[in-house]
């Protein structure tokens, strides 16, 4: 199964790999995306995305790192 993506605002990929090494819930840094900005994805169920999100995006947070809206998407309403 392949996993949900998220966005990591990142200098390098090796920072979201470190920062994220031994996160729980089969996190995987895919690679870059664009310049600024590394791709993740995530093998949990809804369930547990829920449980280990606030821990990924405080690991992220330790290391000065941030999850960001997918680059070059804009949300459009109607």
Known sequence: MKG???FVAAP???SV???LGRAPGGVEVV???DR???ECTHTMDEHSLFRHWA???SRLA???L???DRPGFTQTSG
Do not use: L, P, Q
């Open 62 to 64: 330790k290391a000065g």
């Open 4 to 6: 949900t993506k998220f």
């Open 66 to 68: 941030s999850v960001v």
């Open 31 to 33: 690679g870059r995306h």
């Open 55 to 57: 821990i990924i995006v």
């Open 12 to 14: 390098s990929v090796n």
């Open 17 to 19: 790999r470190r920062a």
């Open 36 to 38: 600024d900005t590394s």
